[in-house]
Each structure stands twice: as structure tokens, then as C-alpha cells.
């Protein structure tokens, strides 16, 4: 039986295709390797109820702690800022850590920013699903819309107008209107934001208290570019 000759041009075209593929392969190969050694080095997350419960505890012993200290002290800020992203961890794979609630708000008298940022998100996490929770935050937030620092009073401003909560729209609204004098051009800006908030929520809470014109005013007489944007923003949605 006569076989049948490959020409040498062939030959020399499979040989430089496989010379070109082999390095590819390898690094395919070592890739998949390294992925199993790092789900073998991985520990496993998932835990028991009763594991998740004393997570639980122990985020709320910290908490309680952390409370006493004060409010600008670096070193419980940075420990506050560490138990506060594990609560919002638990938050994100759905553990129950509503119980946490007054633990959170008792450490809302900190000056740091980051915190705050942290603690306005597990607030309004919660008083968006269980109302009786949003009272107990109301006196935090009031207080931190009257801060010192600019940024505290507009990120204040932000969560209680978006509370979504109707029998607090009152405070809501408040705090919205003060935002809309403040002297600084962020929480000036969130408080028009915020106002779109409130009127989703109760459109006459709006309509009846003077934020229409007050945003107005605003539109033509605020120097902050930002500020006269969102108050045209609002204007147009509402008006």
C-alpha cells in the first residue's frame, strides 16, 4: 500500500503552528492551575445560623463599646469604620442584622466622614423596611444637619430626606429647608436633591412650605453652578 507524501511545505506550516500554539497552551494551562490552588487556599464562607448569630453578637459588643469614645478620637474611628463595613457585609449577603440598630445610632455622634457615610447606609437601609427603626434615628440625623463640618450636614441632609418614611416627612422637611440657606454650596446642592425626594414621597409637603420658592431663588440668584443645576432639575420635575 503506497502512502501518501506530505509536502514539505505542509509539514513546515504544522510545525510553526504548533511552535506558535505551545506557549499559549501553557500559559492556558498554568492559569487553571493557579486558579485551583486559590480556591483550595480559600476558606469556605459559608457558616451556620448559629455562626452568623455570633457574628451578630460581637459587632453589636463592639458597637457598644466604640459608643463611649469620643467622637474624634482616630483610633476608634478607624475601629468604628472596620465593625461598620463587617455590618455591611453581613447587610450584603442577607443576614439579619436589624438588631444592630441602636448599636449604630449610639456611635452617630463620630466626626468622621467615612463612618458617617457608613452609618447613613445602614440607616436607611433599614428605615426604608421596618419605619419603627427610622424614629430612632431621627434625633442623629437632625443633629448632624446642624454639624460643622459642610460635608456631614449635606450627607445628613441626603438620609433623612431619603428615609422614605411619611410620618417622618415633617423632620424631612425640615432639614430640607434649612439645607436650601445653608452657607455651603454641597449642602445646598443635596438639599435641592433632597426636595425631589420629599415630593415624591408627599407632594404637598413641597407645595406647603415655601421649598418651590425657595428653589426659585435659588435658580437665579445662587453663585454655586451645581446648586442652580439641581435646582433646575428639581423645577422642571415638580413645577
Do not use: W
Not at 497552551?25 to 448569630?53: G, H
Not at 438639599?191 to 407645595?207: E, F, I, T
Amino acid at each position: 500500500m503506497n502512502r501518501q507524501l506530505v509536502p514539505a511545505s505542509t509539514t513546515l506550516e504544522i510545525l510553526v503552528a504548533r511552535a506558535t500554539l505551545a506557549p499559549a497552551r501553557r500559559a492556558i494551562d498554568a492559569n487553571d492551575m493557579a486558579r485551583r490552588r486559590r480556591a483550595r487556599a480559600m476558606p469556605s464562607t459559608a457558616k451556620s445560623p448559629s455562626k452568623r448569630a455570633d457574628d451578630v453578637a460581637e459587632l453589636s459588643k463592639a458597637l457598644k463599646l466604640l459608643s463611649s469614645k469620643q467622637s474624634d478620637d482616630d483610633r476608634a474611628n478607624a475601629q468604628r469604620r472596620h465593625v461598620l463595613r463587617r455590618v455591611l457585609n453581613l447587610l450584603t449577603i442577607a443576614v439579619d442584622v436589624s438588631k444592630l440598630f441602636p448599636d449604630v445610632v449610639l456611635n452617630a455622634h463620630t466626626v468622621d466622614v467615612a463612618c458617617k457615610k457608613l452609618i447613613y447606609a445602614y440607616i436607611c437601609h433599614h428605615a426604608r423596611r421596618e419605619r419603627e427603626l427610622a424614629t430612632l434615628a431621627v434625633n442623629a440625623l437632625q443633629k448632624d444637619c446642624a454639624s460643622a463640618n459642610e460635608t456631614i450636614r449635606g450627607l445628613a441632609i441626603r438620609s433623612i430626606a431619603g428615609l422614605g418614611v411619611d410620618d417622618l416627612i415633617e423632620y424631612a422637611t425640615a432639614c430640607v429647608m434649612a439645607g436650601l440657606r445653608d452657607a455651603g454650596g454641597y449642602p445646598r446642592a443635596v438639599a435641592a436633591m433632597g426636595a425631589l425626594k420629599v415630593y415624591d414621597l408627599n407632594p404637598s409637603a413641597v407645595r406647603e412650605t415655601g421649598i418651590l420658592d425657595a428653589l426659585r431663588e435659588m435658580l437665579v440668584n445662587d453663585t454655586d453652578a451645581g446648586v442652580v443645576g439641581n435646582c433646575l432639575i428639581v423645577l422642571r420635575e415638580i413645577d
